[in-house]
């Protein structure tokens, strides 16, 4: 079992930054695969980044070059740092883990990021 906490989130001006963090507990976060998510209202769930137990890392399109994704295995801690951020990317944000044999996914409770002047 993987409990994962979510912080960061708040309200920003365009063209802001923030930085989301997801602390897990409970099992071996160095053989978890991690990525962060977000939904918007009315809209799916959609991928933002991911980042694999060796540390390769997988962005969507939309936020290629203004997020950046990073964990820290001894503070079982893996972050997103946001920036240039527009509206479009007001949502909640999502943190996941998917154990490296994908038998066991686990969500956290998310945090809301919101963009607006």
């Known amino acids: 079992q993987v409990r994962l906490v979510e912080s960061g989130g708040g309200l920003v001006q365009p063209g802001g930054s923030l930085r989301l963090s997801c602390a897990a507990s409970g099992s071996t976060f160095s053989m978890y695969n991690m990525g962060w998510y977000r939904q918007a209202p009315g809209k799916q769930r959609e991928l933002v980044a991911t980042?694999?137990?060796?540390?390769?890392?997988n962005y969507a399109g939309s936020v290629k070059g203004r997020f950046t994704i990073s964990r820290d295995n001894p503070k079982n801690t893996v972050y997103l740092q946001m920036n240039s951020l527009t509206p479009e990317d007001t949502a909640v944000y999502y943190c996941?883990?998917?154990?490296?044999?994908?038998?066991?996914?686990?969500w956290g409770q998310g945090t809301q990021v919101t963009v607006s002047s």
């Open positions: 996941k883990a998917e154990r490296v044999d994908r038998r066991y996914v686990y």
């Open positions: 980042i694999t137990i060796g540390g390769s890392t």
